[in-house]
Structure formats: structure tokens, C-alpha cells
């Protein structure tokens, strides 16, 4: 059997009751460490679960999947996964290559970034489609993320925006701040004004930096775009809220978070129910 | 100290161990009962956590807030959420009045049906806005949902519809079936083809059926609407995807749950990466 468990977002504790029964029965236990991040490391998962655990790069998860599906084919085999096992990225090969090799795969769900960040107080349901934010080089600089953000923004919905993880073998990884991900799209905005465009979203535009989200020492702040490219939120992992049209209760919600109230003033009641920034 | 923690979407076992432990810690244990459900009574919890838990019905999450608030304020207080405390629906009020009050309040996440979903293939971060399918009357028939459904087709991604709970007080709940919701769809689509609009969504749209997500005997379908219109798949809770575009691997996995094999055959290769039904 491969089990396909879900760590949630903090640390060890985070796991489910149900999670840490399918690891302790296992044999074998890896854990996937390219897309995500946890606040402990892996001695701490060891000390907990009482037993070993294997770290699974990159590599392994593309090419090494032989090894893991043969052992699952004999014995108890977990794969964890930070956050959900189907949350910002996805497990789909592994669990195709399982089925066509004629194993069982069980599925134990938890919390990611992507439902986690309801904690800010912006109704889940109220989002449109996902963007990830990339680190722009020298000769690269793509917009199209925020293409998609504007595309919300007319709809009225607020945008999760998963922050860039770049990293290449034989490097250290590295990860997008909030304020960096404000500076990117201040840039665009900039370029976008120059060229006349109709802008969907300004500097004065309301959106929330999260940092280590599920963490003990995790910190929201809701401010303009602009307030937030002048914030530092610490630690990695950073995710980017860019608002939509918001219901009084987000927004009071939100000036629990806020850098600074008056970045509220701003925001017109546009009928009995919604506020524009 | 006010505990919000999600209970994930099983059974006993899905709470995490972080809050298992703050369940342990708490003088009184509330848990929220109106939107959501779980597959285990309340006296499988309190057999597990080796307590009392205090159903807490619409009237008291509304009107009696106080009496919770009131005991969070001298002792720890556990509020219980199925699914992740600010997922399909929010608990902002709670959150601010606990601020207000000057207590102290803490998640603890867990997955909730946004992201646990995911175990069906379709990419997490594909997709729009969620939209909530109601019970239709004989004279209150909305079609608004379905908007929101084209408007994510056009722009190629996939749409959670979330099935109306429907309840009114002294009424036992009532939820809707991915059957019901199919044919609901499929009367908007007679009745737009009727009007001659240009339907971005049709019968042979893939669509995905989802029962009871995270539990034992969850059952997902993957077919046209029109099949999934035939399809019975049981107990409550029921959830529905409509597709937008999809990577090839989103349509592999997609067909582990195919109602018929061949509902797949007219799907039609756009370019390199993408299909549209």
C-alpha cells in the first residue's frame, strides 16, 4: 500500500491522528522536499514519527519512483507531502504509475496554502484562479501572472498568488518575498501606465502578505500594494493576496492585519454590500 | 484562549495531533454543526477525545456567541469546525468578536473540500471561482451559478460547485445529489439552446462527481454531464466539477474514475499540452 500523506503547514503536530497511525505502520517512509517547505526539519519528523525518514529530491520523485512503487508493492510505503498531498503541486504521476503497476494507493488529507489562507478573513469562495508570481531575470521579465490577476480583478474576485520558489540542483533554494513580488508588480504597473493601458490594479490597490501561514510565528499584513512592498514578513514561505470586491465583514476582518488603517479610507461603498478599493 | 480547529473531512481520526492535544486541553468543546457534516456522529468524537462536545446549531453560532466568548475569556474553549475552520464557510464573526473582546483566539488548520478535492487529477491551481448550486423551487429558479460556470469555461479552467445544504429550522437538513445538480445544469443548457446562445458548456462537457471526499467509501465519477445525470452516488456530501481545459495528466487520471471509457474519445487535442471537450 503507498500511502499519500498530507504534513499540513507548521510542524511535526500538524499531521493527522489518522496520518501518523499510516506512518507508523510503514516500512518505509519519504518525504517529498522540492515544491514546499516546513517550519522543522527533518530530525524533528524523525523524533516524532520514531522512525527514519527519507529525503526525496527532485530527482527521485521523477525518476527514482521505481524504487518507491516496488517497495509499496510488498510492504507499507508513505509519501508525505507538506501541506495537502494534491495541494499547489500535484502527485498525479505517482499515483498513476501505482494504479498501472497494480498498487493501492490511500489518499490522508490536510490543510495547504491554498484553503489555509482563509485565516485572513477574505471567504474562500470568493477567489478566482490561482497565479504563481516567477523571479524575474535580467532578460526575462514575464507579466502574464499578471494578466490573470487583472482578469479577476474585472470579475471581482480576490487572487491567491503562490510566490516563486526558484531553484536549480547543486543550488541553494531560494524564495519570493511578499516585498519582492509588490516591487515586480509596481514594475508592471509602471510599464502598463506608460503605455496608456486601462489599469485594473493600482499602488492604492488593498492586498494582504502572508508569511509562514500555519506556523507559530506566522504574520498577515493588509495594506496597499505599495505599504507591502515596503514590508518585511521574515521567513519564507510568502504568499500575496491582490483583493477583489470585498463584503464589510473582509474588510473588517482585514484591519486586523492592517500596516496602517488609513490605507482603508480609500474604499468607496459601491452598493449595500461591496466596496471597491 | 479560543481554539477554531478543523476537523478535516472523515472521520474521528482526521483531526491533527496539534489539535487533538488543544481539544484535550479545553474545559468546554463546541462544535459547529450547521454547514457542514461529518461521516461519524457526535458520539464517535466524544468517545475519542474522552469528552463532552456541545452541538452548536445556527442560533447559538449567531445569538449565543456570547456564552462562548464569555468562557473563552477565563479558560480554553474549543470551537470545532468540519473540514478547516475558515473553508467552505467562514467564521469571521467569531474571529472579530473574540478580537473585540480582547481574546485570545488560535487555528488549527485541516483540509476542507477546497483543496480535497484535488484527489481526483484536476490541478488545484486551475482552477476559477466556486460557485454554489441551489435547491430550485417550482417558481425560484436561478441560473446565476451557471454564469459563473461559462465565464470559467471561456477562460479554460475548472469550476467546484459546492450542493446546496438546504435547511430551515425544525427540518431535518437536505442535501443535494451530484444527480440533481446534473440535472439542474442540464435544464439551463435546454433552456439557453432554446434562447440560441452560444453555450460555452454542454451535455458531453467532462464533468467530475464527488462523494463523501476523505472518507472510507468516497466514490468519484468522471463523465459527461449527461452521464453523471444517471449516476447515484450515494450518501451526502456530494461536490461537482466542471471542466475547463486539461493537461493530459488531469484527463489519465480523470479516466481512474471514468464512468465509461469512451466519454473520453471526443475530447479534441487544441495544441501540445491542451484538450477542450
Tied chains: 1, 2.
Excluded at 518575498?177 to 504597473?189: F, G, K, P, R, T
Aim: glycine share 8%.
Amino acid at each position: 500500500m503507498l500511502y499519500l500523506v498530507g504534513l499540513g503547514l507548521g510542524d511535526a503536530q500538524d499531521i493527522s491522528v489518522k496520518g501518523l497511525q499510516a506512518v507508523r505502520r510503514c516500512s518505509r517512509v519519504y518525504l517529498e522536499a522540492y515544491t514546499s517547505m516546513l517550519t522543522v526539519g527533518k530530525e524533528a519528523l524523525e523524533e516524532f514519527y520514531g522512525c527514519e525518514v527519507i529525503i526525496a529530491e527532485r530527482e527521485i520523485v521523477e525518476q527514482e519512483t521505481d524504487d518507491i512503487l516496488r517497495e509499496a508493492a510488498v510492504a507499507d510505503v508513505a509519501f508525505l507531502v507538506v501541506g495537502d498531498p494534491f495541494g499547489a503541486t500535484t502527485h498525479s504521476d505517482l499515483v498513476l504509475r501505482a494504479v498501472k503497476a497494480g498498487i493501492q494507493y490511500h489518499i490522508i488529507h490536510n490543510a495547504s496554502i491554498l484553503n489555509a489562507v482563509g485565516c485572513c478573513g477574505l471567504q474562500l469562495y470568493n477567489y478566482g484562479e490561482t497565479v504563481s508570481i516567477v523571479f524575474w531575470t535580467e532578460t526575462w521579465k514575464p507579466e502574464s501572472f499578471y494578466d490573470k490577476i487583472e482578469r479577476n480583478r474585472r470579475t471581482g474576485v480576490h487572487t491567491l498568488c503562490l510566490l516563486g520558489m526558484g531553484r536549480k540542483i547543486y543550488e541553494p533554494p531560494r524564495y519570493m518575498s511578499v516585498m519582492q513580488a509588490a516591487e515586480q508588480l509596481l514594475h508592471i504597473i509602471d510599464n502598463r501606465r506608460k503605455r496608456e493601458e486601462e489599469l485594473a490594479m493600482t499602488e492604492d490597490t488593498i492586498c494582504v502578505g502572508l508569511a509562514r501561514v500555519g506556523a507559530k510565528d506566522q504574520k498577515i499584513a493588509a495594506g496597499t500594494l505599495r505599504q507591502l512592498a515596503g514590508q518585511d514578513l521574515g521567513d519564507p514561505l510568502h504568499s500575496l493576496i491582490i483583493t477583489g470586491r470585498m463584503h464589510p465583514v473582509e474588510i473588517d476582518m482585514l484591519k486586523l492585519f492592517a500596516v496602517d488603517d488609513s490605507s482603508f479610507d480609500k474604499l468607496i461603498i459601491v452598493d449595500g454590500s461591496s466596496y471597491f478599493s
